[in-house]
């Protein structure tokens, strides 16, 4: 195009004053001609025509743009919705995420203020607004009477209550929520009612997802409320996953009549949904179903939020399916939610005993963690009975009790068998055979072997425990094949998101090297872990990683350290010494 003339549709109201602007911009018309001669002027032109801010007045355009389509005219238009014309080429224009801070420095130094872009308060301000433009130029208008964590604050709190900072904005842009409120008042009843539904997702959701909540046969609605820019969707693999920028929802859930009667039903998708996501972790397809676990974590913590409030069974069993998967990926979160529960006078329920339990045994509490499982040890049913025996099993282990581990791991293995349920008997196997390693019954230890291989493990955290369980059994021997293992051990594990499993199997491989004569190359590895076990409050696990430290630095020659360390551990830690730590 030879020239260039633009647009701000904004300034224009009524549909029928958008030819008339467009005609002005583009410097065409005279006081006699006719509208028809005008377009048909502005046609011949060799221009790009930028038709800014069209989504109130899409119908006058897309009349505008089939009469001069096909013309020398380059029409370009920026619209929360597609214009729907012949010939139309969407682009959608993504988040200014990365851009973003560039963006908020270039307006506040506007508004008076300079702003370091690279600030972390800055990033954390452009993600609470989504990387929207806009409401990037409303916040660093601001700076002048808010300090960066102000904004921080606000715009985690009411984005939508930003204002712009330009005066004679159009009413819909003059905040953030009059332009949610303008899109919204624009929808049909079904659909806005269908939207402040969708409001309660706070992470992604699939038409799956959606039909769940709002029903099939309103899905029809998806592509409209993406049109409309009220959804975001990623076709990338060939399913669509919509979102709802937080900015956003934060409106439209604010405008819901009807979040009690929504929450709820969400809460009862979330639980379907990750019941079977749960059953999933045992599966060769473990790496996808963490990322899915992972990908509805918002939502889990949302709806155990409200049924901790208002359906405490249902809260209850939340924790129950969820903590298979918070355990081994040592997520706080929800083992923070069963305090709550307990604490709300559901302590007695199995699930939640056992999720206090776990938490107990890892902040080194292992008397109270045995208290509260021999609690619900006979009523507990179902995966999560086989969840208190594990535990048992392992606080037994960390205690050096190794004959009542054993025991339990038995246990665990003829109730495991009868559920048909393979990871908690490979879990229960394991068990037996760390203990017999750590109890000197080699043999035993090396029969137990023979039964870990026959069993048919799918799932990379199985099958990383299996290998896990070999190199603890043959480490003596072999060094190089048990490191091989942990290795393998450890992959596996990352594989699928296992922090448990990589963690524990690290922390081995580093005592193995130190005994086989390379303890120097181990230090970092362990030191890592035990950053790790610490960040996590993981107390027991840090406490035995400590030892083996202790160990490390003492092969090395750096015996003040190794002593120095050993006598904070003797003051400090919760459990005996046991296995190669008291060698």
């Known amino acids: 195009a030879a020239g260039v003339a633009f647009v701000p549709l904004d300034e224009v109201e009524e549909a029928a004053a958008v030819v008339p602007a467009v005609l002005e911009a583009a410097g065409v018309g005279g006081l006699v001609s006719s509208v028809a001669d005008d377009l048909a002027a502005l046609a011949d032109l060799d221009l790009l025509l930028v038709l800014d801010n069209c989504e109130h007045v899409l119908d006058a355009v897309a009349d505008f743009a089939s009469r001069v389509g096909g013309s020398r005219l380059t029409l370009l238009a920026t619209s929360r919705q597609s214009i729907g014309v012949e010939g139309e080429r969407v ?9 973003g801070p560039q963006l908020f420095a270039a307006r506040a130094a506007s508004a008076g203020v300079d702003t370091d872009p690279d600030h972390p308060a800055v990033a954390r301000i452009v993600a609470n607004v989504d990387g929207l433009p806009l409401a990037i130029e409303m916040a660093a208008a601001l700076t002048p009477s808010l300090g960066l964590d102000d904004l921080v604050e606000l715009t985690a709190a009411t984005p939508s209550t930003m204002r712009s900072p330009i005066r004679g904005a159009a009413k819909r842009q003059r905040h ?20 402040g539904d969708l409001a309660v997702f706070e992470g992604t959701f699939t038409r799956e997802h959606a039909a769940a909540l709002i029903g099939s046969q309103r ?11 009220l959804l975001v969707a990623d076709t990338s693999d060939g ?55 992972l990908e509805r974590y918002a939502d889990l913590r949302s709806a155990h939020a409200w049924a901790r409030r208002r359906r405490p069974e249902l809260a209850v069993g939340l924790t129950a399916c969820t903590y298979n998967w918070a355990h081994s990926r040592q997520i706080a979160d929800p083992f923070r939610w069963a305090d709550e529960l307990g604490a709300g006078g559901h302590g007695g329920e199995p699930a939640v005993a056992l999720a206090m339990a776990q938490a107990r045994f890892l902040d080194g509490k292992a008397d109270e963690a045995l208290a509260l499982l021999g609690q619900v040890v006979d009523r507990s049913t179902g995966r999560i009975r086989l969840a208190v025996h594990e535990t048992i099993g392992d606080i037994n282990l960390a ?21 048909d349920d393979i990871h908690y008997a490979v879990i229960g196997l394991v068990g037996q055979a760390i203990g017999h390693r750590y109890g000197g019954r080699r043999s035993e230890a090396e ?6 291989g026959s069993v048919a493990a799918v799932a ?20 190089e094949g048990a490191a091989d293992d942990f290795r393998v051990a450890t992959e596996l594990a990352d594989t699928v998101g296992n922090r448990f499993l990589g963690g524990v199997a690290r922390v081995s491989l580093s005592a193995l090297r130190a005994r086989a004569g390379a303890p120097e190359a181990s230090i970092d590895d362990l030191v890592e872990t035990i950053v790790e076990w610490r960040q996590r409050g993981m107390r027991s696990y840090l406490e035995t990683s400590l030892r083996n ?35």
Request: aromatic fraction near 6%.
């Open 447 to 452: 029969r137990l072997l023979d039964v870990i």
């Open 460 to 479: 990379p955290t199985d099958r990383g425990w299996c290998r896990y369980a070999r190199a603890e059994v043959i480490g003596d021997e072999d060094v």
């Open 176 to 195: 953030l929520g009059a332009l949610i409120d303008w899109s919204l008042d624009r929808l049909v009843d079904v659909d806005r009612l269908a939207v």
């Open 239 to 293: 399913r669509a996953r919509y979102r709802m920028l937080r900015t956003v929802r934060e409106r439209v859930w604010q405008r819901h009549d009807d979040r009690e009667a929504t929450s709820e039903r969400h809460a009862d998708i979330v639980s379907t949904f990750v019941g079977l996501l749960d059953d999933g972790l045992q599966t060769d397809d473990e790496a996808t179903v963490h990322g899915e676990l």
């Open 399 to 419: 205690l050096g009790r190794l004959d009542e581990s054993i025991d339990t791991n038995v246990e665990l293995v003829r109730l495991s068998e009868k559920a």
């Open 91 to 99: 682009v959608a224009v993504a988040p200014l995420m990365a851009d």
């Open 219 to 229: 899905l029809t609605t998806l592509p409209e409320l993406v049109d409309r820019s």
């Open 549 to 583: 430290l202790v160990i490390l630095l003492h092969r090395v020659e750096r015996d003040r350290e190794a002593a120095e360390l050993l006598g904070a551990l003797d003051r400090w830690a919760e459990f005996d010494t046991f296995g190669d730590e008291a060698r």
